[in-house]
T-cell receptor, first 113, second 114 residues
Framework: KAGVTQTPRYLIKTRGQQVTLSCSPI?????VSWYQQTPGQGLQFLFE???????NKGNFPGRFSGRQFSNSRSEMNVSTLELGDSALYLC????????????FGSGTRLTVV | KQEVTQIPAALSVPEGENLVLNCSFT??????LQWFRQDPGKGLTSLLL?????REQTSGRLNASLDKSSGRSTLYIAASQPGDSATYLC?????????????FGKGTKLSVIP
């Protein structure tokens, strides 16, 4: 079966711009979580969506937002980009939001210049 | 706030050696502990999951143990191979705000030298 698909794979943006990343989960999975990975901080939880509702949110500023559609696809948006937002953004899908059965995508590498 | 620490940050071993990766966490109220593998520029692959009520899990040459009371887990890799070279991440799952989330350590980068 198809895995978790993240698009685009690579992205270069300028400070102050905004960006939208997309995540298509495994068919049938209703939960999508987003993580930011940087060399200094490692993997940090951004937010989780389940059946179009945000169930949990990490400690990130309001510039980071997301949504989930009725087909479980999810998008995350970062507004007013800063250099420190350069990172690998990973999404993970699971059947239910129960802390198990995560399948991760390959990520979107965002570079802010 | 849950914090996860992995030691060492990097490890280089000759092929065939047995090795142990360590993970510690500060809050024992966890739902489960998971070990992942990450290859360069790629996403995470789940290796082993230990429920909070379990003590260990095994898969092939991998064995993970969990001591919840002391906040520690170890990942044992037997007879290491060059294909095992990757970054190994430990994560604890806990519930909060009606959902579950994973808190990750920063990983141990393993290099197995042929």
């Amino acid at each position: 079966k198809a895995g978790v698909t993240q698009t685009p794979r690579y992205l270069i943006k300028t400070r102050g711009q905004q960006v939208t990343l997309s995540c298509s989960p495994i068919s049938g999975h209703r939960s999508v979580s987003w993580y930011q990975q940087t060399p200094g901080q490692g993997l940090q939880f951004l937010f989780e969506y389940f059946s179009e509702t945000q169930r949990n949110k990490g400690n990130f500023p309001g510039r980071f937002s997301g949504r989930q559609f009725s087909n479980s696809r999810s998008e995350m948006n970062v507004s007013t980009l800063e250099l420190g937002d350069s990172a690998l953004y990973l999404c993970a899908s699971s059947l239910e939001a129960r802390g198990v059965g995560y399948t991760f995508g390959s990520g979107t590498r965002l570079t802010v210049v | 706030k849950q914090e996860v620490t992995q030691i060492p940050a990097a490890l280089s071993v000759p092929e065939g050696e047995n090795l142990v990766l360590n993970c510690s966490f500060t809050d024992s109220a966890i739902y489960n502990l998971q070990w992942f593998r990450q290859d360069p520029g790629k996403g995470l692959t789940s290796l082993l999951l230990i429920q909070s009520s379990q003590r260990e899990q095994t898969s092939g040459r991998l064995n993970a143990s969990l001591d919840k009371s002391s906040g520690r887990s170890t990942l044992y890799i037997a007879a290491s191979q060059p294909g095992d070279s990757a970054t190994y991440l430990c994560a604890v799952a806990y519930s909060g705000a009606g959902s579950y989330q994973l808190t990750f350590g920063k990983g141990t980068k393993l290099s197995v030298i042929p």
